[in-house]
C-alpha cells in the first residue's frame, strides 16, 4: 500500500542528487580554468559596461574610417541668413570627428573643464556700473592685442573705430578665465575682431555691489551692456555670443526686444533651452545626478563668495544643505529673484517661447549628446518656423566641448562660430536696429551729439537748453595671466563725463519809433509764425545736418533786429512814395 509512495520519495532524492552531481562537476571544471582568464573576462564585461554607460563612440568612428559625423543643419525653406550666408559655410556643411582619445560627451565635458588646453593672453578689465548700483565686469581682449603680443597700457579703442565687436554671454558659474571663453575669445581676436566677454555679476572676481544677482533669466545685463558697447563704439557693427545658460539669457533677450536690439548677429552655443524639461533631465540618471552634484557645489561656491548678501536676502542654511541645482534654485534664486516657486522660474526664465520673435540672423549649435543640455529641449519646429534662426545639431560633441585633432588643441564650435559671423559681417543681411522716430522728437538732439538743444519759447524768444546725461563710470586693470583675483591693477580710473552745456541766447530788438497799427502787428506775427513753421519743417527733414539747426538759431534769434529793421525801411518807403504821390498830386 505504501510501497508507491516510498519510491516516489527515492526517485525524488535521487533526482536531486543528480542535479548537485551536476553542479559540482561544472565546479570542477571552472576550477581548472586558469584565474588569469577569468580576470581578462571580467574586465572586458567592465569595458563594455563603461563603453556603454559613458557613450563612447570609438568604434563608431573608427568602423567609419574616422570620417566624423555631418552637421545636421534645421531652418525655413526661404530663410535668407541660410541662403545667403550659412550656405557659404564650409565648416557648418562639413563633418565633425572627435578627438580619438575624448570621444566620449563625458570625457570631452570633464575635459574642457578641468584642462580645456586654453590659449594664454591677458584682458583688459573694465568695470561697469548699471544703473542700480551693480557692477558687471567687462575683460577686453582687442586684435591689436594679439597682434602685439604684449598689452600696451594705453592702448584703447577709438569711438570711430569701425573693428567688429563682440559680446560674450559665459555659462553657469563660469566667466572670462574658462577655458572655453579664451579659446573663443582668442580665436576671434586672432581674426581680426574685438572681443569682450560680459562676466556675470558677482563673477570675475568683482563683489556683488547691489541686491541684484544674476540668474538663468536675467535679460537686463545683457541688454544694457550690449546698448552700452553700442553707443559708445556705434560705428563698430555688433555681434553677441552666448553660451550654455548665457545662450539661454542671450536668445530670450533678441526675442524680448525684437527689432530694437543693436544687434547684427548671434550665435547660441549650447542652450538649455527649456528650464523645465532640462530640471527633469539632470536628476534622470546617474550620470547627469553627477553633473547636477558638480554645478551645485559651484553654485555653492559662488554663494560663499558673496555670503553677507545671499544671508540677508536668501535662506542661508537651505544654501549650505543643497543637493542639487533645483535645491540651490528654491533657497536662493527664489527669494532673491521674488519667484513663487521653483517651477515658476523655469517657466519665466526658458528661452524657447522667444525663439519665434528672434529678428537677429542667429545660429544655433547643439550637441545631440550633450550630458547636460538635454537634446528633448531642442525647440526644432521653432527654429524651422522662424527664417532668422539656423540649428547646426552634431551627433557628438559633449557640452561646449567639441574638440578636434589629436592634440585636442581646438574647439570645433569656435572655427564654426568665427566662420559664421565672418560671413554674416561681409553679406548684406545683417541685422540693422530699428527706431521709431515721431516728428514731436524728430533727432535735434542727435543732430547735435547730445549737446545743448533749442527750446522755442511762446514770444518767439530762443534758448540754448544743455542736455545731461549720467556717464557711466567705468574703470580699466591691465591683468595678468592666472586667477583674476590676484590681478595687480596697472591701469587708473577713468570717469566717462559729459558736459552740460547751459547757454541762454536771446535776440532784443530796439524801439523803432512810431505806431503800427494792429492790422500790421498781426501780420508781423504770422510771418514769424509761418516761418517757424517752415523753420521747424526743414529742420526735422534735415535732421541729420547740424547746419540747419545753426540756421535756424540764427534767423530766429536775429528776428527781432531784423523785424525792426525791415519794418523801419518799410515806413521810410511808404513815406517816401505816400510824399511823390501827394507831390504828383
Known sequence: ???????????????????????????????LIPILHYVIAFMVIW????????????????????RGAPVALTFHPTSHIYHGVVS????????????????????????LNFFGNPPAFSYRRQLFHASDGGTIALDWLTSSDISRGAFEVNHTISKEDTTPLVVVIPGLTSDSTSSYIKHLAFGLAKHGWNVVVSNHRGLGGVSITSDCFYNAGWTEDARVVIDYLHHQYPKAPLFAIGTSIGANILVKYLGEDREKVPVAGAVAICSPWDLLIGDRFICRRLLQKLYDRALTIGLQGYAKLHEPCYSRLANWEGIKKSRSIRDFDNFATCFVGKFETVDTYYRRS???????NVSVPLLCISALDDPVCTREAIPWDECRANKNIVLATIKHGGHLAFFEGITGSRLWWVRATDEFLGVLHSSSHMHKKKTEITEQKASIESSIDQGPYVNVGEDGMVAAVGSAHAGNKSVEHFTGLGSIQDKTVLGTEQTQQQTEAKSDVAGSGGEVSGECSSLQRIKCFDVIAAS??????????????????????????????????????????????SAATSHRR
Not at 508507491?4 to 553542479?23: G, K, T, V
Not at 554607460?53 to 568604434?59: N, R
Not at 559655410?89 to 565635458?109: D, E, M, N, V
Not at 521747424?536 to 545753426?550: P, T
Request: aromatic letters at 22%; a positive charge.
Open 532 to 577: 517757424k513753421r517752415w523753420l521747424n519743417h526743414l529742420l526735422f527733414r534735415k535732421n541729420g545736418k547740424s547746419v540747419w539747426l545753426l540756421v535756424y538759431i540764427a534767423i530766429i534769434t536775429s528776428w527781432p533786429i531784423l523785424g525792426s529793421a525791415l519794418r523801419i525801411f518799410s515806413r521810410k518807403k511808404l513815406r517816401n512814395f
Open 88 to 111: 557659404k559655410c564650409k565648416i557648418l556643411h562639413g563633418r565633425y570627428l572627435a578627438t580619438p582619445w575624448l570621444s566620449s560627451p563625458h570625457f570631452q565635458t570633464t575635459f
Open 47 to 66: 569595458v563594455v559596461f563603461l563603453y556603454n554607460f559613458l557613450e563612447f563612440h570609438f568604434f563608431q568612428d573608427f568602423f567609419s574610417g574616422f
Open 350 to 356: 526658458t528661452s524657447t517661447p522667444y525663439v519665434l
Open 1 to 31: 500500500m505504501f510501497s508507491p509512495n516510498f519510491s516516489q520519495m527515492d526517485w525524488s532524492i535521487s533526482w536531486d542528487e543528480s542535479y548537485l552531481n551536476a553542479y559540482k562537476e561544472v565546479f570542477r571544471a571552472l576550477c
